[in-house]
Antibody, heavy 118, light 113 residues
Framework: QVHLVQSGAEVKKPGASVRLSCKTSGYTFTNYGITWVRQAPGQGLEWMGWISPYDGDTNYAQNLQGRVTMTTDTSTSTAYMDLRSLRSDDTAVYYC???????????WGQGTLVTVSS | QSALTQPASVSGSPGQSITISCTGSSSDVGSYNLVSWYQQHPGKAPKLIIFEGSKRPSGVSNRFSGSKSGNTASLTISGLQAEDEADYYCCSYAGSSTSPNWVFGGGTKLAVL
């Protein structure tokens, strides 16, 4: 059974950084990409980027370039998302999802709430 | 502003059918057969219910169906049930040379009256 379990809620001050984790199980980690999607309070979904656990290849949304880094640890089947220089509009629930062959997102983590506030 | 346009809300009575539209452009919905739909209940993660325009994952009710015509994709839910009340999001691939690579609709809130 495929599971993606994300780390707990975070509260950060503007300008700080945050690292979120997404621990996977139930499938071969290196066979599927990981996509990160965020959802601001009361808003829709926003694609943030993608990483291939197989070779570390990444692709980030242009509006986050320079502030976001996605990595993976194949020894623990865990994906990480670092977001720097946090602003109030980064307040959102952040989801990781398994990327099925760059065609759709078939399994999702439970989400991590990141609150950015002074 | 979302790249894909969905109605903000739709409603229906139990047993009825409803359709949610998702309008994109020739750069996304119209170019790729990679439209997916996600159901999201309050406080929960999105759940894949339709992929590649019209395919259902294992375990998803056949009351959910998808289609596409030109730059517009549609999700139809037949035989509405109370548990279908949720937010629905469409998503389309927009190409590897564009950013973002994937675009979502703004979401549609379905009320089962």
């Amino acid at each position: 059974q495929v599971h993606l379990v994300q780390s707990g809620a975070e509260v950060k001050k503007p300008g700080a950084s945050v690292r979120l984790s997404c621990k996977t199980s139930g499938y071969t980690f290196t066979n599927y990409g990981i996509t990160w999607v965020r959802q601001a309070p009361g808003q829709g979904l926003e694609w943030m980027g993608w990483i291939s656990p197989y070779d570390g290849d990444t692709n980030y949304a242009q509006n986050l370039q320079g502030r976001v880094t996605m990595t993976t640890d194949t020894s623990t089947s865990t994906a990480y998302m670092d977001l720097r220089s946090l602003r109030s509009d980064d307040t959102a629930v952040y989801y990781c999802a398994r990327d099925f062959d760059n065609r759709h997102f078939d399994y999702w983590g439970q989400g991590t709430l990141v609150t950015v506030s002074s | 502003q979302s790249a894909l346009t969905q109605p903000a809300s739709v409603s229906g009575s139990p047993g009825q059918s409803i359709t949610i539209s998702c309008t994109g452009s020739s750069s996304d919905v119209g170019s790729y057969n990679l439209v997916s739909w996600y159901q999201q209940h309050p406080g929960k993660a999105p759940k894949l219910i339709i992929f590649e325009g019209s395919k259902r994952p294992s375990g998803v009710s056949n009351r959910f169906s998808g289609s596409k015509s030109g730059n517009t994709a549609s999700l139809t839910i037949s035989g509405l049930q109370a548990e279908d009340e949720a937010d629905y999001y469409c998503c389309s691939y927009a190409g590897s040379s564009t950013s973002p690579n994937w675009v979502f609709g703004g979401g549609t809130k379905l009320a089962v009256l």
